[in-house]
T-cell receptor, first 116, second 111 residues
Framework: GAVVSQHPSRVICKSGTSVKIECRSL??????MFWYRQFPKQSLMLMAT?????????EQGVEKDKFLINHASLTLSTLTVTSAHPEDSSFYIC????????????FGAGTRLSVL | SQQGEEDPQALSIQEGENATMNCSYK?????LQWYRQNSGRGLVHLIL?????REKHSGRLRVTLDTSKKSSSLLITASRAADTASYFC???????????FGIGTKLQVIP
């Protein structure tokens, strides 16, 4: 159980375009989902916390107009990178929390974004 | 910062040997978790240890927690080539419910 699906796994786009990444919890309801960014050989940097039905909470330094997050249902959150530029190229990973008590996160497989 | 710091950052061992990774953190925690990440993939939760626990086992994994030293260790016994991955510790201070990840240890198990 506790499967999180993230799509697409890889995307290559031209500078200036917008890219949408989906994160779905397949077998549980996730009231909270998290979006991370990971640079090569580095740890995960939390970008934002997404709560179903409310606005996302962004970490300091993350542009909310640049990285649009929508958590429209208990099983789906989306991250849209707007007007992507080469510096946005990175590995983006989502996770979903099943239990507040344990705060264990279940991760998607990640999305490799390459902006040309 | 609550961020954990893993030590060593890279570890290379022969198959069959034990691998030990350490994690240090700075402030009080509610629990500490270890995750594994295969190259270019998402993370997989391995084990959670609460602040009132000192040791926990799961298969070939053994985790210890020393809250007085603010440190944890992950031991993988009888390592296999398939254990090759990056391992992260993550600290949960409770309350705000945000889990913070360390920088990771890259483990290579040579067949």
């Amino acid at each position: 159980g506790a499967v999180v699906s993230q799509h697409p796994s890889r995307v290559i786009c031209k500078s200036g375009t917008s890219v949408k990444i989906e994160c779905r919890s397949l077998d549980f309801q996730a009231t909270t989902m998290f979006w991370y960014r990971q640079f090569p050989k580095q740890s995960l940097m939390l970008m934002a916390t997404s709560n179903e039905g409310s606005k996302a909470t962004y970490e300091q330094g993350v542009e909310k107009d640049k990285f649009l997050i929508n958590h429209a249902s208990l099983t789906l959150s989306t991250l849209t990178v707007t007007s992507a530029h080469p510096e946005d190229s990175s590995f983006y990973i989502c996770s979903a929390r099943q239990s507040i008590a344990k705060n264990i996160q279940y991760f998607g497989a990640g999305t490799r974004l390459s902006v040309l | 910062s609550q961020q954990g710091e893993e030590d060593p950052q890279a570890l290379s061992i022969q198959e069959g040997e034990n691998a030990t990774m350490n994690c240090s953190y700075k402030t009080s925690i509610n629990n500490l978790q270890w995750y594994r990440q295969n190259s270019g993939r998402g993370l997989v939760h391995l084990i959670l240890i609460r602040s009132n626990e000192r040791e926990k086992h799961s298969g070939r994994l053994r985790v210890t927690l020393d809250t007085s030293k603010k440190s944890s260790s992950l031991l993988i016994t009888a390592s296999r080539a398939a254990d090759t991955a990056s391992y992260f510790c993550a600290t949960d201070a409770g309350g705000y419910q945000k889990v913070t990840f360390g920088i990771g240890t890259k483990l290579q198990v040579i067949p």
